[in-house]
């Protein structure tokens, strides 16, 4: 396309007063500006967060429990087509941000989201890799108590690591607290500390007992709606279960981890119920799922439902199982695949016996 100077000389040739041309480019370029800076605005205020910095939740893929479910080689049996899903993370920019926000199956999040404000990377990656543990250890004694073996699991209360600037509990809680009840409640590990949780609305103030130098001591805090899911109500802390042990009946082992944090928990936990358990769960058909998983089998929410049943169905899944609490989410991106929401561990067992 012409510059501005050599559009204008072609207009005079034309028989066009000599300046207007220049004048109407030049008031075209600004109006182009100007609508482009509106539209920019509008896009960078529906954002959530202005910080600058920004993570891409993209479209994941489903990973096969078998090969990472290890047990002894006499208690394994035949197991089904059982899939844990992931999301893809990418850090991202200011214009990397609204440029994504057009991007089918994509979200934005505030990269405070993924990473916490005041934590490394480093640190942020091993709470993450401890959460995963948690939750392998937990699947375990979940599947195996269901397959009639006795198992123990518990802790010593739920340390605070961290909490989110303009939160409720951000001056209220500190850094190595521990809390220990909820209400009436005792919780012992993170996922008992999360269901107590769910009972509560946003605005809601909840009474917490926490352990400091030494002593206990009841504190109260408010509540707020979590950024991406409305109808949550959270405090604004970072944990992690402090003293988490369990005892099995004999060795169970997650490998080759693709996934941080708990989200992976009820998938695993079927994928152990499958390995020492007769026939095969879901036979004949790839299932795929989400969703963390507590000591008494309830299944809890997790981010990135949509975003795990887009990779489901690019990895050929037939079925999802999705907590109740997120049906909707994978409902509105899912084409050929099957959803059922699930609440529990034995509702996610009938689904799959059901789907036999």
Request: zero cysteines; proline letters at 6%.
């Amino acid at each position: 396309m012409a510059s501005a100077r050599e559009r204008a000389s072609t207009d005079q040739d034309s028989g066009v007063v000599p300046g207007t041309a220049g004048r109407v480019w030049r008031g075209a370029v600004a109006l182009a500006t100007l609508v482009a800076l509106a539209v920019g605005l509008i896009a960078w205020s529906a954002l959530p967060g202005l910080s600058g910095r920004y993570y891409l939740m993209l479209p994941g893929e489903a990973f096969p429990v078998a090969p990472r479910v290890v047990v002894p080689e006499e208690r394994r049996r035949e197991v089904g087509d059982l899939n844990l899903t992931v999301v893809y993370e990418q850090a991202t920019d200011l214009p990397g941000a609204l440029l994504a926000r057009g991007r089918y199956g994509v979200r934005v999040v505030p990269y405070e989201e993924v990473i916490p404000r005041g934590t490394t990377e480093e640190e942020s990656n091993r709470q993450f890799r401890q959460a995963m543990d948690e939750s392998s250890a937990t699947a375990a004694a979940v599947a195996l108590r269901r397959a009639g073996y006795p198992v123990r699991i518990g802790g010593r209360g739920v340390r605070v690591t961290g909490t989110m600037a303009g939160t409720p509990a951000a001056g209220v809680l500190s850094r190595g607290d521990v809390v220990v009840a909820h209400g009436q409640t005792r919780v012992r590990t993170v996922a008992e500390l999360t269901e107590a949780s769910r009972r509560v609305r946003p605005g809601e103030e909840v009474a917490l007992t926490v352990r400091r130098g030494g002593e206990e001591r009841e504190v109260r805090v408010g509540t707020v709606s979590a950024p991406n899911e409305p109808e949550r109500a959270m405090i604004g802390i970072y944990v992690e279960t402090e003293g988490f042990e369990v005892e099995l009946p004999f060795p169970v082992r997650v490998e080759e981890q693709v996934v941080g944090g708990p989200s992976a928990g009820l998938m695993l936990a079927l994928g152990i119920y499958d390995a020492v358990t007769p026939g095969r769960l879901g036979d004949g058909q790839r299932v795929a799922g989400t969703g963390t998983l507590d000591m008494e089998g309830r299944v809890g929410g997790v981010a990135g439902i949509a975003q795990k049943v887009l990779g489901a169905e690019r990895s050929g899944a037939d079925l999802f199982l999705v907590p109740a609490d997120g049906l909707a989410d994978a409902r509105s991106v899912a084409t050929g695949m099957r959803v059922v929401p699930v609440r529990s561990f034995d509702e996610a067992l009938a689904a799959l016996g059901a789907a036999g």
